[in-house]
């Protein structure tokens, strides 16, 4: 009794925690997670997006450090998270973004973000220079969002600039380096920088040669497990952390976003819509080959690798039909209403290109549409079309991994697809697969802490830790019925893009001659 007392009143204190930072385009979470995989709390801080020209998206790196230090001290003051029991702190970061340090490691310019859309030359003059060794290197097709085009941007905009660059790191690598004086970046990043030797697992020597990029401004590469250092004396000093508490690289989003969703195996794959979409498949070797169709990035756990591909407007082509036509209903009984409608909408499909496309359609100009509109449907089939469009993009991207051979069982589904039991019997029928849900979602920071977990050594690794911090709540089995009815509509709906691309692209073409 008398050490329950104890507990009851704070003076004896045995939990530990580690710290998951989970640094996004518009705010860093960070999440303090005890032993037994339970979040105890939670802070966050926003800061500002810089759009100076159209197609530009920047921020201010120092934004980054200032919001994670203020997330932490938040901890310890408000929360009372002791720093002696704060054992390891890890990563996940808003991915491609290029942060520029010159030789004192002073910042160069304001970062450019993945959202950043200036490079599309750039991604022109790698393939016209590289060709087919590019993919094959990088397993990947440059787009205006990775690291690469904004480097090559930089040397031709910026020369004075460029001729300063004694080293790149991306968002989370800075905000590391910051808290430990320590550079680094490690393999799931890297990777999306299409820099990065897949197989090899090192810096591309043909990439930096064919683009005349020195060697030497090539970071140093660490696992993301792997130990980056103990917080600094100077990082200390205004933070309030502890110097014996170690950091780990960490990952990129969305690899931390897997193993916080317990993407750890083959049969896997992840389904997550939310503003996108994303289809993600871990991959146990760096054997198949998409060539490019599909992106493909090294895991956080060692010597693995995932695959993934995009809908640009998934959960947004939802919120846009809401707004524009129910906004006056809760998005439960909007979502609720295409019960009233049937599988297939009554004959009707959508295909969500609303703001263009990425997978399996690198497409700026495609646009939406809905076909076999006639005067019987009513609004709930709109919204079940929106509903099964977004489903069938998907498994546009899933169709890729089975092409190739690469099978799965089960699909866990987080975002906005989880939260609508209607939408994940869609997602099980239209799949035709198992799907899951999770009992707690929290995403890529309870990734990063997660790595921070085995950092530490509460765990040997990624997939026990997993055992023990994600757990499945509901799953959703296919209709057999439903099924058959969908893949017939499936052959129809993938058949709308090669029918409707040259309509798109004329009627953006005459929307930019309005302008």
């Known amino acids: 009794m008398a050490w329950a007392a104890l507990l009851l009143s704070g003076e004896v204190d045995i939990m530990q925690v580690v710290l998951g930072v989970d640094l996004g385009t518009s ?14 709390a939670q802070q966050s801080k926003e800061y500002p997006l810089s759009q100076p020209e159209p197609g530009f998206s920047e921020q201010n790196p120092e934004d980054w450090v200032m919001g994670t230090t203020v ?40 970062a450019i973000l993945w959202n950043d859309t200036r490079t599309t030359q750039q991604c022109k003059e790698i393939l016209n220079v590289m060709g087919k060794d590019f993919i094959d290197i990088t397993r990947n097709v440059p787009l205006e969002g990775f690291t690469l ?8 905009h910026e020369p004075q600039i460029f001729e300063e660059v004694a080293t790149f790191l991306l968002p989370k690598d800075y905000v590391r380096y910051r808290m430990t004086g320590k550079i680094a970046m490690e393999y799931s990043d890297a990777a999306g920088t299409v820099m990065l030797d897949e197989e090899k697992r090192k810096w591309s020597s043909q990439i ?17 497990i792997g130990f980056a250092g ?11 952390l502890s110097t014996d508490t170690q950091v780990f690289g960490g990952a990129a989003d969305n690899a931390a976003g897997a193993i916080g969703a317990g993407i750890l195996n083959t049969n896997q794959v992840l389904s997550s819509i939310g503003t996108s979409g994303v289809v993600l498949k871990y991959e146990d070797n760096a054997k198949v080959d998409y060539q490019g169709a599909l992106h493909f990035f090294n895991h956080a756990i060692p010597n693995k690798y995932y695959t993934m591909g995009v809908t640009l407007a998934a959960g947004y082509s939802l919120s846009w039909f809401k707004k524009r036509f129910s906004n006056d209903n809760s998005f439960t009984d909007f979502v609720n209403a295409a019960k009233k409608s049937t599988v297939g909408a009554n004959g009707l499909l959508f295909t969500p290109y609303i703001v263009g496309e990425r997978t399996p359609y690198p497409d700026g100009d495609i646009r939406g549409s809905f076909i076999g ?47 609508s039991a209607l939408w994940l019997q869609i997602q099980a029928d239209i799949f035709n697969k198992k799907v899951v849900t999770l009992k707690n979602e929290q995403g ?15 765990f040997d690794s990624l997939n026990e830790c997993a055992e023990k911090f994600v757990a499945y709540d509901q799953t959703y089995l296919p209709n057999v019925q439903n099924v058959k009815k969908y893949d017939e509509l499936y052959n129809l709906y993938k058949k709308v893009y090669g029918q409707t691309a040259e309509i798109s692209h004329g009627l953006m073409n005459y929307r930019r001659e309005m302008l």
């Not at 003051?77 to 010159?102: A, C, N, R």
């Not at 103990?230 to 309030?240: D, L, N």
């Not at 890529?444 to 085995?454: D, E, K, T, W, Y």
Request: charged share 25%; proline share 5%.
């Open 27 to 40: 705010a860093v979470k960070v999440s303090a997670v005890d032993q037994a995989g339970k979040i105890v």
């Open 71 to 110: 997330a932490i001290k938040r901890l310890i003051d408000v929360d009372k998270i002791k720093p002696t029991d704060i054992k390891g702190i890890s990563y996940s970061g808003q991915m491609h973004g290029l942060v520029l340090l010159d030789d004192h490691h002073q910042v160069l310019r304001p």
């Open 149 to 156: 085009p904004k480097l090559l941007w930089v040397k031709e």
């Open 208 to 224: 930096a040669e064919a683009f005349q990029l020195p060697m030497e401004i090539f970071p140093p590469l660490i696992e993301s």
């Open 230 to 240: 103990k917080i600094s004396e100077t990082y200390a000093s205004f933070s309030g």
């Open 373 to 419: 509109i006639d005067g019987t449907h009513r609004k709930e089939d709109f919204t079940r079309a929106v509903l099964e469009g977004i489903v069938f993009s998907f498994r546009d991207i899933m169709r890729i991994f089975a092409e190739k051979g690469s099978n799965f069982d089960t699909v866990v589904s987080i975002g906005g697809g989880a939260k």
């Open 444 to 458: 890529p920071g309870l990734g990063a802490a997660m790595i921070a977990a085995v950092g530490v050594g509460w």
